[in-house]
């Protein structure tokens, strides 16, 4: 892998999908960590507030998310001193494809009262490759390394994921908005069946951090994912993520998905 980016910024508001967003289904579609991505960083930066911190970030896809020239809007739904509601919206053909809510709260001390978090998980050193393109495949597959845990099953998966890849090319993101853009993969990663054989996407994607995701060394940008998919009988799923770093958890995520036969 080369290094890249995923989109190219060609106004304001205006960016160019790379080859590198391409879904795993259709060649004519982004997948969805890119734009999350995209998405979480105008959430940051259009409205910028130093004192608060972006802690739960919902996503709705609303149709499909063409791999074309889009815009991104950015507004401020509920303001507020310490608690505030921002939405943005990638808006592709004059239609938003998707929509991002994003809570930002205050942030204080409260280290003495620390507690709760998940029990840790085995970092990317101690798991080998996976061979991802058995299952998966499109650009933005082929631009994110995987170590998966050999103890895995569908439906079952732990897994470190990075990518080379800047998300906006020629520009800084913060640690948030560079994990958040691997996040969605879990669906993916935590699969039942085989995509060739059965489709699962999600619709939405909603995360909740309850500590800012930190990186520390840009060489080891792993983002950890501790994935269970369930399937329902009424054509409907869940995939329940809890989110690490390499200093531990950091968050949980939920994907909803729809199911069918290929």
Known sequence: ???????????????????????????????????????????????????????????????????????????????????????????????????????????????????????????PDDWPDWAVDRLWGGGYINSVEFRVDPASVPGRSRAWLRTPLDLVEGEQVSDLVA????????????????????????????????RTPSFRDPDSRWVGLDSTAIWGPDGIGLTSTALYDAAGGVGRAEQILTLRPL
């Not at 304001?12 to 579609?29: D, F, K």
């Not at 001193?81 to 004059?94: D, V």
């Open 179 to 210: 994990f958040t853009t691997l996040v969605d993969t879990a669906n993916g990663v935590a699969a039942r069946r085989d995509p060739r054989q059965w489709a699962f996407p999600n619709i939405d994607l909603t995360i909740h951090y309850f």
């Open 1 to 123: 892998m080369t290094n890249a980016s995923y989109y190219r910024r060609v106004g304001t508001n205006s960016y160019v999908p790379t080859h590198h967003t391409q879904g795993a289904w259709r060649e004519t579609e982004q997948h969805m960590g890119p734009a999350s991505g995209l998405l979480a960083h105008a959430l940051e930066t259009v409205h910028p507030r130093d004192d608060l911190q972006l802690c739960r970030i919902s996503y709705e896809i609303l149709g499909v998310i063409s791999a074309e020239a889009l815009e991104v809007e950015v507004e401020i739904i509920r303001p507020g001193r310490t608690i505030e509601l921002l939405e943005a919206r990638m808006i592709i053909n004059g239609r938003a494809a998707i929509r991002a809510t994003g809570w930002r709260l205050a942030t204080s001390d409260t280290s003495p009262v620390t507690g709760g978090a998940p029990d840790p998980m085995a970092g």
